[in-house]
């Protein structure tokens, strides 16, 4: 669990308490009296008690902002390909003729040595020889 995770876990808890009217406070402990450089730090968690309400906005982990991203690529892949059905005669005939109903879904994770070869075709090799042909070295993958 990353400190995002743990931080969303502790509101969500700090929330399904103040539902059931029950008041939650915070109280600031000095841990880092005598601890060069951290006493900004306690001086910043003093001033938070101070307020009445807290408003704490929680950035997604990085794994959470993939998710994120993925699920707008496809919910755009599939407006994309929506209006192209709407637009296009030949998009519009290929769906009608394919029974093409299926959602759009997102290509599988390829392992680094899949994605490498895929780089390698996309650059114009034909094949890994060809590229060892040119005194490129393909390498552990």
Known sequence: MDNVQLTTAILGHIQGLAAQGRCVRFNWVP????????????EAAREATRHPAVALTVLPSIQGAKVLARRAAV?????????????????????QATNNNEL???????????????????????????????GLKSGPV
Do not use: M
């Not at 919910?75 to 769906?95: D, I, M, P």
């Not at 759009?104 to 680094?112: D, E, G, K, V, Y």
């Not at 070869?117 to 590229?131: F, I, N, P, Q, S």
């Open 31 to 42: 841990i880092h009296i005598g601890v060069r450089g951290n006493e900004a730090a306690d």
């Open 75 to 95: 919910c755009a892949a599939e407006q994309q390909y929506c209006q192209l059905v709407q637009t296009s005669r030949q998009a519009a005939w290929h769906k």
């Open 104 to 134: 759009l879904r997102p290509a599988q994770q390829l392992s680094r040595a899949e994605e490498v070869v895929l780089h390698r075709l996309r650059l114009g090799y034909v094949t890994l020889e060809e590229l060892k042909g040119r």
